[in-house]
């Protein structure tokens, strides 16, 4: 896979919204998997159903300010090593590429527990872009790795964030991806778990 990694931590060389121009005439492409799926942001000019290879979704990454706090964690996505990943990417225009970076970095790296990252995109068959992703870095403090369910369960119950419950989040990434036609068994059963009585 091609890809180019970005530090969030460090320096930005070479320079992400220069590399998109030079690769792909100046528009910026964004693949969302969890609630930029349904709460972009950011202005776009279209957005497309899209798979990824390499990362997968999963439930790994402790939040403690979205979602949670850092005395009572919540839980939400990020994109983990291997399999494959549907979700939406959404193309920004080139004028409009520096300042939705800048957002997106404001917005997913509170804690700095994502690297960024350009990678194959697929759109359709034949359609090939490279698009700025957020994977988990599995060597920060907040990365989960793989919870057994009851676990999963109680600190998805328990966490809420500046952003709102965290319940709410997983519900709306599952009916998004209920929409893209995506039957995900590990949030299903999370929010059969959520619905039923505690």
Aim: charge should be neutral; proline fraction near 4%; charged fraction near 20%.
């Amino acid at each position: 896979m091609n890809e180019m990694t970005v530090s969030a931590r460090g320096a930005v060389s070479p320079d992400p919204a220069k590399s998109m121009s030079d690769s792909i005439s100046g528009d910026l492409w964004v693949f969302g998997y969890g609630s930029l799926m349904w709460r972009p942001g950011f202005p776009f000019v279209e957005q497309r159903k899209a798979v990824i290879r390499g990362f997968h979704r999963s439930l790994c990454i402790y939040s403690h300010v979205h979602r949670g706090t850092a005395s009572q964690p919540g839980l939400v996505l990020g994109l983990d090593k291997g399999g494959s990943c549907l979700g939406i990417a959404f193309r920004v225009a080139a004028t409009d590429a520096t300042a939705t970076i800048a957002y997106l970095r404001e917005r997913e790296q509170a804690t700095s527990v994502y690297l960024e990252r350009y990678v194959q995109t697929m759109l359709g068959v034949g359609e090939v872009v490279r698009s700025l992703v957020y994977v988990a870095d599995r060597k920060h403090d907040q990365y989960a790795g793989r919870l057994d369910e009851s676990e999963v369960l109680r600190l998805v119950r328990q966490g809420i964030g500046q952003s709102g419950a965290n319940p709410d989040y997983v519900r709306n990434t599952q009916a998004h991806l209920l929409e893209l036609g995506v039957h995900d068994p590990v949030l299903t059963r999370l929010v059969a778990g959520l619905d039923a009585p505690a």
